[in-house]
């Protein structure tokens, strides 16, 4: 069974399912943004054993792999000089990758790469990013079947993209305030992008997406940051209700905050409720007038129940 990630300022004692250590770096599984406030990285506990390699793939790809053989931790980085063709490729690879290493349902992933919103119209590189997911998923994924997802703006080179898989299916969870992003409509963007509002594991975690201030599929509170917190973290508590009625009660177990204006970091503290841990990161929201996006793992008592971080909370 999935356990939910934990935040920490070091790596685990016993080797995890992933550790992912926050800020800039060489290594692919890094999260290539700055903290501005919180700990210094996330780890995913394993259920079993863990075992890890290497896997390359045509053009050059090379996904780095950790399993503790019930889940699969992928970690990808490339350069991203076409941002389109790259993340065709670097999906390429992850999709091969799940089908070598027996690993069907991709969960999760999160994408990282600089200048998000450079670029105007089809030319911006939030929509070459999207265009390139699509084309790697034709034929493959539909909708409902999209995993969760993160696409966030950083400052370094290079597109990096972490996947989290399953040998189990998930559910697909959406959110009635908004619109599924699949359908969102052509003015942002000729292709919409593929993604879920949240992923239900078996066994009852809740994979929640890169969430802003969106309803229908405006967004709402312009240059507010206080208000697009406040509806983001609406929209993520809609996500959480859906969950418990699938899997019973549960917790949010930890919270990632992208913050655009890294200098605004204090503003947020206030709106933040207690008890959750969270860590504040320096991340561009893909939409300009978007100032903050708030992620989370939420997880039913049941699951809690077995999970080796029980006593942690
Ligand atoms: C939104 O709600 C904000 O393209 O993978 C959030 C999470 C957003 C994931 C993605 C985009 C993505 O539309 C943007």
Redesign the pocket.
Known sequence: MLAAPSLSDDPPPSPPLAWLPFGHGESPWRVPLRVLTGAGGEYWPAARVVTSGEHGFGQGETVAWRSDGEHLFLALRRPDESLEEATERAYGAILAALDALGFPHLLRTW?YFSRIGEGEGEAERYRAF?RGRARAFAGRLEAGRYPA???IGGREPGLIVHALAARDPAMGIENPRQLP?WRYPPRYGRVP?A?SRATLAAGGLLLI??T?S?IGHESRHPGDLTAQFKEAWRNLETLCALAAERAGPGRLRGLRVYLREQERWREILAHLPRGIPFTVLHGE???RELLV?LEGVWASLSSAASSPLAADG
């Open positions: 994408n999207v997802a993160t696409a992003a992008p993604f997406s890169g802003a969106v929201i893909c939409r996006e």
